[in-house]
């Protein structure tokens, strides 16, 4: 499961945001958790031939592969010095995969600008200065921590406490430490640090209802960054998300767009992590997705499916998910010969189905 930290000024529309996520989680059948912070959305990310799959298989039910949304309150200048608690914010977002930065671009006079004018250049610049500071803060507090265990002479720490100073003369100068490559001897470096400004950004411009192009003062700036961007009505998609279906549909359709500013969101933050997806699918069990970093193998699959199955195991049957649909099942797959054994190191490809024989 993929977590993404929501960031932004105050009223940029991050909570809106959330919400209209957190209903379209709320729905979802397979809910995968008990208890979630209130600031936390768990959306399920829905993929087509998994649909496909399970009815060919005879499933009993869908599970979808999930995002993790948190959000947290807006950043201020200042916010790495204590300013309205903004540190504290920062931290809790210091565990996600990725961040989604949400940029105010409408232009509802009715809701206050905290620095009393829309302008989404000094606004993405604000945000990502706090970012800036908020880690050089933790990079010099690690690097404290870091310089006795190399002095030393640890391989690993001296290799860390040297990155470390790399990462702090970066940060200085207003770079981000996804800049500065993670050295070999220590490749733990990055995560003992996770950086914010290590993390894949979206962009989300929350523009005017019925909007959908992302203005190119945003588009500019993610593009200088190599990071994506898309628009979105934070207030019309919460709106939309307290409707069905159908009546959601019907005025999106008035307004003039077709595909949900959701979907975007969800597909966009999906796509800054280089993901493939896999299932699992047997008769009367549940269909489930899955995904990991493209490069891995079946074994490293099998660690996502449970650490149990990883340790113990033995070899994969793996199909693509089209063959196994156009085989009619599993039998059908075995008599035409697609349906193939694979050992642990067996480069998984985006829409495998895999079934894991391990021993317990
Ligand atoms: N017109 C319009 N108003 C919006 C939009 N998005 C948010 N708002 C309004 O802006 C105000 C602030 O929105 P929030 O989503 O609470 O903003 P936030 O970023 O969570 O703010 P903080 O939590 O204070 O940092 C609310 O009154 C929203 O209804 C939008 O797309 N269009
Ligand atoms: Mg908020």
């Not at 087509?48 to 869908?62: C, H, K, M, P, Y």
């Not at 999930?66 to 204590?82: M, P, S």
């Not at 504290?88 to 509802?108: Q, S």
């Not at 595909?259 to 047997?282: N, Q």
Request: hydrophobic letters at 45%.
């Amino acid at each position: 499961m993929m977590k993404v930290g929501i960031v932004g000024m105050p009223n940029a529309g991050k909570s809106s945001l959330f919400n209209a996520l957190s209903q379209a989680g709320a729905e979802a059948a397979n809910y995968p958790f008990t208890t979630i912070e209130p600031n936390v959305a768990v959306v399920p990310v829905r993929d087509d031939r998994l649909e496909d799959v399970a009815q060919t298989v005879g499933a009993s039910n869908i599970v979808w592969d999930t995002i993790e949304f948190h959000d947290i309150a807006g950043l201020v200048a200042g916010a790495h010095q204590g300013e309205g608690l903004g540190n504290k914010f920062l931290a809790n977002i210091r565990e996600t995969d990725a961040l989604l930065h949400v940029v105010r671009a409408h232009h509802d006079d009715n809701v206050i600008h905290p620095e009393g004018k829309v302008d989404p250049a000094s606004d993405m610049e604000t945000i990502e200065t706090e970012l800036i500071y908020a880690d050089l803060e933790s990079a010099e507090r690690r690097h404290a921590r870091v310089v006795r265990d190399a002095r030393s002479g640890d391989r690993a720490a001296v290799a860390e406490e040297a990155w470390l100073r790399e990462v702090i003369e970066a940060l200085q100068s207003g770079r981000p430490v996804r800049s500065i490559p993670v050295p070999q001897d220590a490749p733990d470096a990055a995560r003992n640090l996770s950086p914010l400004t290590g993390k894949p950004v979206l962009f989300v411009a929350n523009v005017d209802e019925g909007d959908d192009a992302v203005p190119s003062v945003v588009a500019d700036h993610a593009a200088a960054e190599g990071a994506a961007a898309v628009a979105v009505s934070s207030r019309l998609e919460a709106e939309l998300s307290e409707l069905d279906d159908e009546d959601a549909a019907a005025m999106r359709a008035d307004l003039g767009g077709s595909e949900s500013g959701l979907d975007r969101v969800v597909r966009s933050a999906f796509g800054l992590l280089d993901l493939i997806a896999f299932f699992t699918a047997g008769e009367a069990k549940p269909a489930q997705s899955w995904h990991l970093r493209s490069g891995l193998s079946a074994w490293h699959a099998a660690g996502q499916i449970h650490t149990d199955i990883q340790k113990g195991f033995v070899r994969a049957e793996v199909i693509g998910w089209k063959q196994l649909v156009e085989s009619g099942g599993y039998a059908g797959a075995r008599d035409r010969g697609v349906l193939r054994l694979e050992g642990r190191d067996y480069l998984m490809t985006d829409g495998d189905v895999i079934t894991v024989k391990f021993t317990p």
